[in-house]
């Protein structure tokens, strides 16, 4: 994060290939590359190496010297990298306290959770200084605050008799949803056991 000046890691950090979406190109010549993203810049002698994944075809290579232009990547400075900082130490201050004052403590619970809230609210004021896809993920970890409602100890002591209730009463009145609202209701505790830890995202 520090080397990079990442504002914000992505989730997950490769991107799911979307191939409806993938459309494949053809470059004729090296007019059509782009040079700016495809060369590094050696930092001791200052010479320009194209990368591996930027080399042409082979009938379509020349020797033309290579352009390389810095790209500019934007960064918010101090403040960004504070609460990328907080969101990266969370599991681990979660795993202190959960050694120090047990799993299913309520100290444990309301922690993590007011990192995540500190360091979201650090990111809605610095929001102008993101691209569109680390607003994408911003927004990501929003949804993802919904899992704090199936987690220890909120859970066992408010969320899980509600969705039981819910899913209960689901079930007794609509038609042929018994069977299924049933099965659902068996598995939540060993998902909830599973799945629903506090640094989970």
Avoid at 96 to 120: E, H
Avoid at 152 to 172: C, E, H, M, V, W
Wanted: aromatic residues 10%; proline residues 6%.
């Amino acid at each position: 994060m520090f080397c990079q000046n990442n504002n914000i890691i992505q989730n997950p950090p490769i991107p799911v290939l979307d191939r409806k979406n993938l459309v494949e190109t053809a470059r004729p010549d090296n007019s059509t590359f782009q040079e700016l993203t495809d060369t590094v810049v050696l930092k001791r002698s200052g010479r320009v190496l194209r990368k591996v994944e930027g080399a042409p075809p082979i009938v379509a290579r020349t020797f033309k010297p290579l352009k390389h232009e810095p790209v500019v990547i934007r960064y918010g400075g101090r403040f960004i990298r504070t609460a990328e900082l907080m969101y990266i130490l969370k599991p681990l201050v979660h795993l202190a306290c959960v050694r120090r004052y047990g799993f299913k403590s309520w100290k444990s619970y309301l922690v993590p959770m007011a990192i995540d809230v500190a360091s979201l609210r650090i990111y809605y004021k610095n929001r102008e200084d993101l691209s569109k896809e680390q607003k994408q993920e911003l927004s990501r970890r929003c949804v993802s605050m919904l899992l704090y409602l199936m987690r220890s100890p909120f859970y066992d002591k408010y969320s899980k008799q509600r969705i039981a209730s819910l899913l209960t009463g689901i079930g007794n009145k609509v038609p042929l949803t018994g069977t299924i609202t049933n099965l659902i209701l068996s598995y939540i505790p060993h998902w909830q056991e599973t799945y629903f830890y506090m640094w989970s995202t």
